[in-house]
């Protein structure tokens, strides 16, 4: 008499899983899309694109921090990503799937505080304080009410009008109503970027720039500042203005 057939390791029983015909004829090495449409193809392209800026970003301070690249590259290259970021956000429905910085970050699992920093402000550090380079050695500063005394500036005489211009341009705006945030930041920014190419040193009002440069940046493209916001902004950048002057003397 012959003894019965030992039972097989993995032998169907009872309460075992039988797989359905859809999972047996799926290929496992098959790579699974994120779209079904082309416009959810571009969606996602651009959700990619972003969390790659906010990462190179922020390598990118990490490496200007440690003095591993030259002033010139680091702005060009931060000018760069940063053009890139708002224009991917530029689109409606990419920026309806990013919502915001901090809720992108947390879904995607990243923190880059540099970069989060350098998004906030909107423009390279080197921009906002041409002087705080992290290896430049700076005479000890005084209180931000009272600016050292400014030392006369060899900017050629293009660059100081460009910059008087500028900042000529942004106040006429404020006087013809011009008050939302896609009108005020780009003048504001060209105000900024001129007054750097005639005077690194700090003046009574220069804070006050980047602080709404800061605070437009954060404000939607058609949000508009109140009235009385705009007549804070009118008084500062007159003062700023004034500052401005005073270094040219």
């Known amino acids: 008499m012959y003894a019965s057939p030992k039972q097989l390791p993995y032998a169907p029983t009872p309460h075992s899983y039988t797989p359905s015909s ?6 496992m090495d098959e ?3 994120l779209w079904t449409t082309a416009a959810e193809r571009d969606l996602w392209d651009s959700i990619a694109e972003i ?3 906010i990462i190179t970003l922020d390598g990118l301070e990490k490496a200007y921090i440690k003095d591993c690249l030259p002033e010139s590259e680091y702005t060009e290259i931060c000018s760069r990503l940063l053009k890139q970021y708002k224009s991917s956000l530029s689109d409606e429905t ?3 799937e990013f919502v915001d910085l901090e809720t992108f970050k947390r879904e995607w699992g990243i923190e880059c505080p540099r970069a989060t920093e350098r998004l906030r402000v909107g423009f390279p550090a080197t921009v906002i304080d041409p002087t705080n380079h992290p290896h430049h050695s700076t005479p000890a500063t005084s209180s931000s009410h009272h ?3 400014a030392t006369p500036t060899t900017a050629s005489m293009p660059q100081i009008l460009l910059a008087t211009e500028n900042f000529i341009t942004f106040l006429d705006a404020l006087k ?3 008050l939302s945030k896609d009108q005020l930041h780009p003048l504001l920014s060209d105000v900024i970027q001129s007054v750097n190419t005639v005077t690194d040193r700090d003046f009574e009002g220069r804070g006050k720039i980047i602080s709404w440069l800061i605070r437009l940046n ?6 508009e500042l109140g009235e009385e916001e705009a007549r804070e902004l009118m008084f500062e950048m007159e003062g700023a203005y004034a500052g401005f002057k ?4």
């Open 176 to 178: 013809l109503n011009l």
């Open 22 to 27: 859809l999972t047996a004829t799926m290929n």
């Open 94 to 96: 990419v920026a309806k």
């Open 31 to 33: 790579e699974v899309k």
């Open 147 to 149: 600016p050292p005394p």
């Open 51 to 53: 969390y790659s800026i």
């Open 246 to 249: 005073g270094t040219l003397n």
């Open 218 to 223: 954060g404000m939607r493209a058609t949000e």
